[in-house]
């Protein structure tokens, strides 16, 4: 037992100090600068390029809902007027607002990005239990979303948790397109929580259906009938970004 104690204290404390101010690797790509003035002679080039239909020409703008962050599309513009940054606060209670178009700032997005109600706060502040389904995923946004529970992002310590049962929960965390086999346990489990919840998309699976927005086997008519609350962009989304989407929206 002494032993066990020892290796403790030699541990310290592992988990990130301060979660708002966590840097992320220099080449992770996130929030898109968009410049069309540098849109010299109006090529399609990053439109066509574009897996996911993310991207709109004559304005120029980015869907982050619908980006995959391959990156293609700065690879192919030559003139530098997409570039990603490494800025990951991407979360947003606005649909629309995940659509960047020329000349938005971060700073820009990030004020208006998250609705901090009083009455989320008022029910949520202190503590918010979640109920993942992932709904024809590939397992990338659930790896990650199981990262933000581990000793180094440690998101319990703000009162924050997946559990068991959807009945146990205050709200839903979707990933994946939504297949046709799992959307009615998609709806089971939403039903399955009792009111007040709310419906989290993460990644762009969710969002927008993604790669998978045209297919066949996929069904997507839960969110023709239930709004969602917050959207987590990405493919997958940085346990970061999940985590200050959720204490934004919080207001914690």
Do not use: W
């Not at 949520?124 to 990262?147: I, M, P, T, W």
């Not at 529970?149 to 959807?166: E, H, K, L, W, Y």
């Not at 762009?204 to 959207?231: K, W, Y």
Request: proline content about 5%.
């Amino acid at each position: 037992m002494l032993d066990l104690f020892k290796l403790r204290i030699r541990h310290g404390k592992q988990a990130i100090p301060n979660i708002r101010k966590a840097e992320v690797l220099e080449t992770f790509k996130g929030f898109p600068i968009i410049d069309e003035s540098k849109c010299a002679d109006k090529c399609k080039d990053c439109k066509d390029v574009c897996p996911t239909e993310a991207i709109e020409v004559n304005p120029l703008r980015l869907d982050l809902g619908k980006c995959i962050f391959c990156g293609e599309c700065e690879k192919v513009c030559s003139s530098g007027a997409i570039k990603f940054t490494n800025q990951y606060q991407l979360g947003s209670t606005n649909r629309n607002s995940l659509i960047i178009s020329s000349g938005k700032t971060f700073e820009q997005f990030e004020e208006e990005a998250v609705d901090a109600k009083k009455e989320i706060h008022k029910y949520f502040g202190r503590s918010l239990k979640l109920r993942q389904v992932s709904a024809g995923g590939c397992n990338g946004c659930e790896l990650e979303l199981a990262a933000t529970t581990n000793v180094n992002f440690d998101m319990g310590r703000f009162g924050i948790d997946f559990v068991a049962s959807p009945r146990h929960a205050d709200g839903i965390v979707i990933t994946g397109p939504i297949s046709a086999n799992m959307a009615p346990a998609l709806k089971d489990a939403y039903e399955s929580i009792s009111d007040p919840k709310i419906v989290i998309a993460v990644g762009v699976c969710s969002i927008s259906g993604g790669l998978f927005a045209n297919s066949n086997h996929v069904n997507r008519n839960f969110f023709d009938e239930i709004p969602v609350d917050l959207f987590v962009p990405g493919c997958p989304p940085h346990p970061l970004t999940f985590i200050h989407a959720l204490l934004d929206y919080i207001g914690k």
